[in-house]
């Protein structure tokens, strides 16, 4: 199985996956540049950085080459700038057009967590961005399995609260140490020891929304 697999990976015909790789997907070209991380005053810094390294908040961002297309899609890796660009403006994360929107709010469509919180998704940081419709009935039916694991939710509020990112602390040096992958608000002091890839919403004011009912048959 395994080997066949494998195999069968080894002939992707990458031309026929453009049109079905997500707006948000990085490609092989898109590599991340890696610039020296240092500690500044009660934060961290690039030892070469630019004014474009930083948001309007101050945060520090990855930073990434714009070669969409180009090479093979990664599908595991979020392009930080298109993700920013997705998130800030509300464009889907699949086809990067405007995301559906309603009298009830914007469409998300999220994993479903609903077992562990009980007012899941009320006011999680998501750093997904939202879709539209026309790909959300797409996905349902290129991928059934989608209608079990994934929930569609309408969020009438969802401003931006922070970023995900790699947060360092201080090791008494010049160079930083790298501690964990999260989500971190803008208010919050971590903000200025965060590398960014992803902007965050808050969603509020949510509703679910049965995922037949975004999807006629
Ligand atoms: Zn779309």
Redesign the pocket.
Known sequence: MATAHSRAEQHVNVAALRPFTPYITSWSAERAERPTVVERRSGIGYLDETVYDRDRHGVLWVRSLVRQGHGEPRFAIVHPLRQRRAMRQLL?N??G?PADRAEDGVLWLLSDLRDGWPSWPERMGVNEPP??L??VRVASRMCPALRKGAVAVRAREHPIAGVHGLVYRTTGTVSPEPVEHTNVAYEDPASRWVVASKLVRELRDCALIPLESLCPS
């Open positions: 889907c699949v086809c057009g879709v539209c026309p790909c």
